[in-house]
């Protein structure tokens, strides 16, 4: 609903983010199983509804490191931002 540019940024926004590029240049449709992708995380009860479907496909391309939590709420560097928009990058373009 606002923009706020000067927020930091949380690392599921980011998630989000990439999977909806992801979806429309890939054409990529909604995950059916998408809780079961999230099952290895142990704080998947704390990703936010409205993202597991994004969060479970960028995980299931491999997009996503092997944490045993998400962190949906973690703020995220600038080396994370890179390596995830990177991955992006590579699955789009580089195929």
Do not use: H, K, Q
């Given at each position: 609903?606002?923009?706020?540019?000067f927020e930091d940024t949380t690392r599921v926004q980011l998630v989000c983010v990439t999977a909806?590029?992801?979806?429309?240049?890939?054409r990529l449709t909604a995950?059916?199983?998408?809780?079961?992708?999230?099952?290895?995380?142990m704080d998947k009860a704390f990703i936010p509804q409205w993202?597991?479907?994004?969060?479970?496909m960028v995980k299931r391309l491999?997009?996503?490191?092997t944490r045993i939590k998400f962190g949906a709420?973690?703020?995220?560097?600038?080396s994370e931002a890179a390596e995830?928009?990177?991955g992006m990058y590579d699955k789009i373009w580089l195929k």
């Open positions: 609903t606002m923009f706020s540019p909806r590029v992801l979806r429309n240049e890939m995950m059916a199983d998408a809780s079961a992708e999230l099952s290895s995380y993202s597991v479907n994004d969060v479970a491999g997009l996503l490191d709420d973690t703020i995220v560097t600038r995830l928009l990177r």
